[in-house]
């Protein structure tokens, strides 16, 4: 124990010191954070590249451990591959997150190397156990793992928006394993989560609002990539799914905000590494929040999740599923509370009264094809324009067509006209319509207008050469229809 709390100051004390000199040396080579008043909005630059004090402070702690500690000392660890999966893979994914903090790396070249980095880790015994016994246990966990460590490392880069968020969300994730290790006797997790601890904590000194440092990708990548390698340690001890159900709930802000991401853009089909203002962290501050006490909300929020994850990996079993359905609750009304315009469009378009509209829609312009596609003259083509533009809630509706005109008029009230619009039907036709101020434009309408032209330009030729009945010629007036 003594050499947990040791390991931890050592970490503390060397990110604190290391920090402002880093700071200070980025700031003299303009190694800084430009504001931009779209995503940035800091008032002055900040030096960035904040990773580097905490990987070197955290490698440094360990380093003095093992040459200061006395020879007659062993030090247990329970896991013997843990730092020789944690320590080559996180230098991987430091490096790619250093060279995109200085040169710029396209996402494709970021997501590369931290798959490389993950599979490493993999590959030297970072895993999750949670498919024990099973048959394809090994074809089922490597996947997943990975998925795990990547979806992590983006994680918390992701929410890295906001003074001291990501540091703050990172401590927090630590401090909760740190403890369920200490609890369950896992002496080797705690070993490597302790020095992570105590330079986040020193780090968040100098990076809490309003921030004199930023962690860049360096940082973020590898504080979300060690988090991820700590739950799948973490999540060993059942051999079982629930045995990842603490680790997702430690890391619940970052992965939730994520997900939101991804599902965002989804449904307003923008790329997915394109960047938005529309993080939790974008939505708290929207809310009206100044930036510190937005940090300090969700510092509340990681907080309550750290909780149930304890909950959840000192409970017994049968309480799990209740625990379980608490949690996903309060993230349901937390993620109603923060109004993404998204998913309540989503909601009202998956509601039972909004898919039978889209249902009696299609099956409106289905049948109104076919009607198009039957027309054998341009008479037989004009009464369905009239039935049409009569559903539609049209005025009037004017059809020019191979030198022959016709009018129907659906609107005799002296109400004002608020539009009047002209469709080409081709090279030989148009349609005129117009629509009263007080009538409102059904959804169907683009839909249907389209239709009609498209069928009309499809069937020009074949409506051109129909023999015109004699008692058919000239312009037709039909005033007062239904």
Request: aromatic share 8%; glycine share 8%; charged share 15%.
């Amino acid at each position: 124990m003594h050499a947990i709390v040791g390991l931890g100051m050592t970490a503390f004390l060397l990110c604190l010191v290391a920090t402002p000199l880093c700071r200070d040396i980025f700031q003299r080579f303009n190694i800084v954070d430009q504001p931009d008043n779209v995503r940035k909005f800091h008032l002055k630059p900040i030096p960035r590249i904040g990773g580097i004090p905490i990987v070197f402070s955290y490698a440094g702690a360990l380093g003095l451990m093992l040459i200061l500690a006395p020879h007659d000392a062993k030090i247990s660890v329970q896991h013997g591959k843990l730092l020789w999966s944690l320590l080559p893979a996180t230098g991987l994914v430091f490096l790619t997150g250093l060279a995109d903090d200085i040169i710029g790396l396209k996402p494709w070249q970021k997501l590369s190397g931290q798959t490389v980095a993950a599979v490493l880790a993999v590959a030297l015994g970072a895993r999750t156990s949670i498919l024990d016994g099973h048959p394809y246990s090994g074809w089922l966990t490597i996947p997943l793992s990975l998925i795990w460590l990547v979806g992590c490392t983006n994680a918390v880069n992701l929410i890295d928006g906001l003074d001291g968020l990501a540091a703050g969300v990172g401590l927090f994730a630590t401090l909760v394993t740190l403890l369920a290790a200490l609890i369950s006797g896992n002496l080797g997790l705690a070993m490597a989560t302790v020095p992570l601890a105590g330079c986040l904590l020193a780090f968040l000194h100098y990076n809490f609002s309003p921030a004199s440092i930023f962690l860049g990708d360096c940082g973020s990548l590898t504080i979300g990539f060690m988090l991820g390698c700590f739950g799948l340690i973490w999540s060993q001890r059942t051999g079982t799914m629930l045995g990842m159900a603490a680790p997702l709930m430690a890391l619940a802000l970052p992965l939730v905000d994520v997900g939101l991401s991804i599902c965002r853009r989804f449904l307003r089909s923008a790329p997915i590494f394109e960047g938005d203002r529309g993080h939790i962290h974008h939505m708290v501050l929207a809310l009206g929040f100044k930036p510190r006490s937005a940090a300090l909300i969700l510092y509340g929020v990681c907080g309550i999740a750290a909780l149930f994850a304890l909950l959840v990996c000192f409970s017994r079993f049968e309480y799990f599923g209740f625990i379980l359905l608490l949690f996903c609750s309060l993230v349901w009304v937390g993620i109603n509370c923060l109004g993404y315009i998204e998913f309540r469009a989503a909601r009202r378009a998956l509601s039972r009264k909004m898919i039978f509209r889209v249902l009696r829609e299609e099956i409106y312009l289905h049948e109104l094809n076919r009607s198009l596609m039957e027309a054998e003259s341009i008479e037989d083509f004009w009464k369905v324009v009239c039935k049409t533009c009569h559903d539609m809630r049209f005025a009037t509706v004017r059809m020019y067509l191979h030198d022959r005109s016709f009018l129907e008029v659906f609107n005799t009230s002296d109400s004002d006209l608020s539009w009047k619009m002209t469709l080409s039907l081709g090279r030989e036709g148009r349609l005129v319509l117009t629509r009263a101020s007080e009538d409102k434009p059904p959804i169907l309408m683009v839909s249907v207008l389209n239709h009609l032209q498209e069928c009309m330009i499809k069937k020009e030729h074949t409506l051109a050469t129909t023999p015109i009945p004699s008692s058919r010629t000239g312009t037709h007036v039909i005033s007062g229809a239904a």
